[in-house]
């Protein structure tokens, strides 16, 4: 019986008034919206119901029309946008299992728990897939150092991260980190997992077959984390530490049990479908799974697993507590599938079953709390092509015109050691990055690099974005975001497979914002196709801004590629005295957003390089095959700081020093700090310059000899030159000295 129909008040029921409707997040007209569709008054759960399926986090009301336009078709592409997580084959029967997703305003709110359910949240949209987690990475951007609490979230994010992937058991391999004013009010931590699954045994969420039971799974349900996704679709203002009841608690152990258990009832072929608690908790895998599946969702919640007495209804079907699982199983199944999670310590519960009805009805202690269209709840979600205008252009800054305030040698030292630029060791070495006996290439490079199994294929990742640039040109920022991670993939020799993003912006009601979304989408598209690079799965993050004050854009994106050999990966270290240092791709001394021009000239501004995708191309494909065929022993692209900082990261990677001259350009600053794209250092045996010359020759690829390595400084041109002992205290020492409190910026 419908709540329409049993003509019973519910009880405890409050009145649906504007202003409990407004505190669910939904607008006047949204609340319409929902009247026209149910014929009714919605019931308190409903209302609840309606405000998780409908809010940014879960339908991209705001984005949806936009994402589109994005590529996410390949002959490799197994899985792309739609479900936990994007898929792609790798050839022997394997497949790679990738997302990336946002956990900002938790980590804001409570850094350690929001930064810890954001690696649990994205480990589960993996191993939900039916693959096991082999590597971690996160995008990081924290606010202005000397802000009062950046410190403070620096260390709960990293406390986080490290202690749920390190307990848990999978290496957090790499990432990126950043300091921003613009991230005061407001930092970013982007979540990235990678595991691996046979190619045929990829489990999704679409339920089939009726009558079959709703099994639940893992760990109790609390009221920690409810209204979570309702929170992450808002805004921030003054009050934002009121929001703390909203953020999750994790439990690494327990995602572990969970994990074991779920690969192997897929083992064991218990499964029809499969779907992580996430957002939404209950309310969103049990509708995604019935609505795929074109059926409907009946659920008892008297059987939910509780760890607090009293729970209503209404806070079971929003609570996000973790470590829990929705799964619909072959009935003849069932008693195998349980006696496996007791076996490891884990809830089980037949709560519900899939109807013909495509009804969402919810029921508890005999009483009809939700009898709702179940499709409708996603399908008939607002969708907005909201307004928005185009970032204008900013003007190209000519080399001529930037005085250097530094000699060269100087600005090296000073870069070298600043916020953006330094070691994040004091990070990484926080996260476990060799457990499981795999990682071949540590942080600290241009990509991670783990090996499959027993070898020899291997992996690369990496997540890369330059918000700077996104923000000066929207277009070229996006482009640029997706050519680096071409570029850092190819920079060890992995063939780039398919990127996962995380688009992270401000609110998008703001035209301006929403103009600031739309370019760099476009640019990831156009990068996308280019680079034969597709988006096989993602996360919008929205309304990243306090009191009107948005982030910097910072669509990240994740790039995942694939080595033949892991032993041939190549490395950003020298290896020899005497080798060749080469330069591959053009140099125009292009200043304007670059780090020189802001960390030491002062100056944030300018038109950011602009990105040939054609040219990116080309380059990368020379790269991957010089590593491939042996013909080069260091290599490195070229990003933030230009040349002359990617020569000082290989020369402090080894200890071993180079003289070089400075290519031929507008002004020698220039030349050595200019962010120029499509660029990559590599250095080469004596003997074989001249193959690698007549090879970049042949393939339309611009290279020039620079220097050669040697010694224990680091000479650029006319420059004295810099110990590489020196660079080395820089770098290492700015992070761990802010993090002691010894240095206040």
């Not at 409903?46 to 991209?60: K, T």
């Not at 034969?532 to 799965?537: K, L, N």
């Not at 380059?619 to 022993?633: A, N, Q």
Request: aromatic letters at 6%; hydrophobic letters at 40%; charged letters at 25%.
């Amino acid at each position: 019986m419908s709540v329409a129909e049993s003509g019973k008040t519910l009880r405890n029921e409050p009145k649906i008034t504007p202003e409990l409707v407004a505190e669910h997040g939904l607008k006047p007209d949204e609340y319409q919206r929902i009247l026209d569709l149910i014929g009714r008054e919605p019931t308190l759960t409903e209302l609840g119901i309606f405000s998780a399926m409908w809010n940014e986090h879960c339908s991209y009301k705001s984005s949806k029309v936009h994402l589109r336009g994005l590529p996410t078709d390949a002959p490799w592409v197994i899985q792309g946008p739609g479900e936990n997580a994007g898929v792609i084959d790798i050839g022997d029967g394997l497949a790679v299992v990738f997302k990336m997703e946002s956990h900002n305003h938790p980590s804001y709110i409570e850094p350690y728990q929001g930064a810890t359910t954001g690696v649990g949240g994205i480990l589960r949209d993996v191993f939900t897939m039916g693959a096991r987690p082999i590597a971690a990475l996160n995008a990081l951007s924290f606010g202005d150092p000397k802000h009062p609490k950046t410190r403070h979230l620096v260390s709960g994010v990293v406390a986080g991260i490290g202690g749920y992937g390190n307990s848990f058991g999978v290496p957090t391999v790499g990432g990126q980190t950043r300091f921003h004013t613009r991230y005061d009010g407001n930092i970013l931590v982007n979540a990235m997992a990678v595991g691996l699954a046979r190619a045929d045994k990829i489990f999704y969420a679409a339920a089939s077959g009726v009558g079959m039971p709703i099994v639940y799974l893992g760990s109790k349900t609390g009221r920690d984390g409810i209204h979570g996704a309702s929170m992450a679709s808002a805004e921030f203002d003054d009050d934002s530490e009121e929001k703390r009841p909203t953020v999750q608690v994790g439990d690494p152990f327990a995602e572990k049990l969970l994990l074991e258990a779920c690969l192997e009832i897929m083992e064991k072929d218990c499964v029809i479908a499969i779907q992580d608690m996430g957002a939404a908790g209950l309310t969103c895998s049990a509708v995604e799974m019935g609505a795929k599946g074109d059926l409907g969702v009946t659920l008892d919640l008297e059987k939910v697993p509780t760890r607090e007495a009293g729970m209503s209804g209404y806070e079971m079907m929003l609570s996000e507590s973790q470590e829990r699982m929705l799964m619909v199983l072959k009935p003849e199944k069932e008693k195998e599938a349980e006696d496996i999670f007791r076996k490891w310590g884990l809830d089980f519960a037949i709560v519900g079953e899939t109807t013909p009805t495509k009804r969402f009805l919810i029921r508890h202690h005999g009483e009809t709390l939700a009898d709702l269209p179940i499709k409708e709840l996603g399908d008939e979600a607002p969708v907005y092509n909201r307004p928005f205008v185009e970032t204008p252009k900013k003007p190209v800054i000519d080399a001529k015109d930037v005085t250097p305030p530094l000699s060269n040698a100087d600005a090296l030292l000073k870069l070298i050691g600043a916020p953006d630029l330094c070691s994040k060791r004091w990070l990484w070495e926080q996260y476990d990055h060799i457990i499981g006996g795999n990682t071949v290439q540590r942080p600290g490079g241009d990509a991670a690099v783990v090996r499959v199994e027993d070898g020899p294929k291997g992996l690369a990742m990496t997540c890369d974005v330059t918000p700077r640039y996104c923000e000066a040109d929207p277009f070229e920022g996006g482009k640029q975001a997706v050519a680096e991670a071409y570029r850092n993939l190819s920079a060890v020799g992995a063939t780039p497979l398919a990127i996962t993003d995380n688009l992270n912006f401000g609110n998008p009601e703001r035209p301006e914002i929403m103009g600031q979304f739309v370019g760099c989408v476009r640019g990831i598209s156009a990068a996308c196709k280019a680079l034969d690079f597709p988006v096989v799965s993602g996360n919008v993050s929205l309304y990243n801004e306090t009191n009107g004050r948005a982030i910097l854009p910072t669509p990240s994106i994740g790039g995942v590629g694939v080595l033949a050999d892991f032993t041939r990966s190549a490395s950003i270290a020298f290896k020899n005295d005497g080798d060749a240092v080469l330069l591959i791709g053009e140099t125009t001394g292009w200043l304007g957003q670059s780090v020189y021009l802001r960390d030491v000239c002062g100056r944030e501004e300018g038109a950011p390089p602009p990105v040939d995708l054609a040219v990116e191309r080309r380059h990368g494909e020379f790269v991957r095959k010089l590593i491939g065929e042996g013909r080069v022993t260091a290599v490195h692209d070229l990003a933030d700081g230009g040349l002359a900082v990617a020569l000082a990261e290989m020369a402090m990677a080894s200890g071993l020093g180079a003289t070089l001259d400075a290519p031929q350009g507008a002004a020698a600053h220039a030349d050595w700090f200019g962010e120029d794209q499509a660029r990559y250092v590599v250095t080469a045996k004596p003997d074989d310059v001249a193959a690698v010359v007549e090879a970049a020759r042949v393939a339309g690829v611009a290279v020039q000899a620079i220097g050669r390595v040697g010694g224990k400084a680091i000479t650029l041109g006319n420059e004295k030159p810099v110990a590489v002992a020196d660079l080395a205290k820089r770098f290492e020492s700015w992070l761990p000295d802010y993090m002691a409190g010894t240095i206040e910026h």
